[in-house]
């Protein structure tokens, strides 16, 4: 169970922030501030300093597929 800097339980945590590797080595990433059509951004506090920061996901899949989006046409 991943769970945030304040302690709560996360079922809606995105999986990169679930990889050893990734950004939970230095961060703890909660929950998901908002969303568009392909990319979402999620609170992230910096363990050691405790700064906040938004952390932006974007779904490369979706991105590539969706020109027109992309492109504001």
């Known amino acids: 169970i991943f769970k945030s800097a304040s302690g709560e339980d996360l079922k809606d945590v995105h999986p990169a922030f679930l990889e050893e590797d990734g950004p939970t080595q230095s961060y ?4 998901a501030l908002g969303s568009g059509a392909f990319a ?4 992230c506090i910096h363990k050691r300093t405790g700064r906040k920061y938004a952390a932006k996901i974007v779904d490369k899949k979706r991105f590539a597929l969706n ?3 992309r492109t504001g046409s």
Do not use: A
Request: proline fraction near 0%; charged fraction near 55%.
């Open 67 to 69: 020109k027109e989006l």
């Open 40 to 43: 979402e951004v999620r609170l």
């Open 28 to 31: 703890d990433c909660g929950k």
